[in-house]
């Protein structure tokens, strides 16, 4: 199944959602009322594809993804199309939490609201009531312990700028530092100059230069489950699938004070 999709090529009947939001930066809902894709429903990232527990963005439950994809207007078996204002961090968390829910179809328009050419359209989107059914379980997932086993074992990937991953600054947790083991591979470059994704032999490149391989175990983290999510994305278009993520990610891990920290490069 594609991951991407151009904006000049939109699935007829695909679902479109907005989810534009950026670390640190006021939601994005004020951003898509002043104009989104005609049709686009706007995806509120911190309150529908998060939940309560570990972590600064933990996953929600099934049963309130499902809710939420419903008033989103999502149908059983619709083709789901996701885009962000361009920075492809909310679009690939949401192509993530959508497909770890278990629908199979989900596109990421490649280079976001920016690649858009059509007109925009202004105000709400109120869709008819979906039907889809969510069951959790359709991507693979680590907890702590499994994310501490892959950085000794197999590849465990940090999205972060290299900064946070040294432990030069921390902006957003207590601790400052990285997983032991970790590789650091941050997610801006999986993208070009404008926003979109590299060919698939240059990701190819990129993350086998890191260790990663098919037959080699592998996982991504970043600060809080939302960066990792394009890492992930990217290593799907280079065809390289079964990449877990740690959805507690770096906030979750540094708030356990038996938790070991590295620092440096």
Do not use: K
Not at 81 to 101: E, F, I, K, N, P
């Amino acid at each position: 199944m594609s991951v991407l999709v151009d904006a000049g090529s939109l699935p007829p009947g695909a679902a479109l959602l907005d989810v534009r939001w950026d670390l640190g930066a006021p939601p994005g809902r004020d951003a898509y009322l002043a104009g989104h894709i005609p049709g686009a429903v706007f995806v509120d990232l911190d309150a529908e594809l998060s939940g309560t527990g570990e972590g600064r963005h933990p996953l929600p439950a099934p049963e309130d993804l499902q809710a939420a994809a419903r008033r989103w207007g999502v149908r059983q078996g619709q083709t789901v199309v996701v885009y962000d204002g361009g920075s492809g961090m909310g679009a690939a968390r949401a192509w993530w939490t959508l497909r770890w829910g278990g629908i199979r179809d989900v596109r990421i328009l490649d280079g976001g609201l920016p690649a858009w050419e059509g007109e925009l359209e202004t105000g709400d989107v109120t869709p008819p009531p979906g039907d889809v059914v969510i069951t959790g379980g359709g991507m693979p997932v680590l907890d702590a312990d499994g994310a501490a086993a892959l950085a000794r074992e197999g590849v465990l990937l940090d999205a972060r700028v290299p900064e946070r991953f040294r432990g030069e600054q921390e902006p957003y947790d207590p601790v400052a530092g990285h997983i032991p083991g970790a590789r650091n591979a941050p997610s801006a470059g999986n993208l070009d100059n404008d926003g979109r994704y590299l060919p698939p032999e240059a990701l190819r490149e990129r993350y086998e230069a890191l260790g990663v391989r098919e037959g080699v175990p592998a996982g991504a983290y970043c600060g809080s489950g939302i960066s990792a999510a394009q890492n992930i994305a990217a290593l799907e278009i280079a065809g390289i699938t079964g990449v877990a993520l740690y959805p507690g990610s770096w906030s979750a891990w540094c708030a356990d004070p038996s938790r070991p920290v590295a620092t440096g490069a």
